[in-house]
């Protein structure tokens, strides 16, 4: 069953670039699976060596923003 999830306009469009199907997303899943795509999101954009990177800890910062606010 599909929930509302507590996202601000803002961290959608930081989202964005890392998950272009954001909107469909929202649309579509609930909070579990949603922080999954997200988690997701953030697993392509480590490096070659699975290292994070700058790009990556900014999709964990989002991650945790939305769930500590859901």
Do not use: G, H
Not at 24 to 30: G, I, P, R, S
Not at 33 to 56: G, K, M, P, W
Request: one cysteine or more; glycine letters at 0%; proline letters at 3%.
């Amino acid at each position: 069953m599909q929930q509302n999830i507590k996202i601000t306009s803002e961290q959608i469009e930081r989202l964005r670039p890392y998950m272009p199907n954001i909107d469909e997303c929202l649309n579509t899943m609930d909070l579990e699976e949603f922080l999954r795509e997200v988690d997701d999101a953030e697993i392509a954009q480590l490096d070659d060596n699975y290292n994070s990177t700058t790009t990556s800890r900014l999709v964990r910062e989002l991650y945790i923003e939305i769930e500590e606010q859901n």
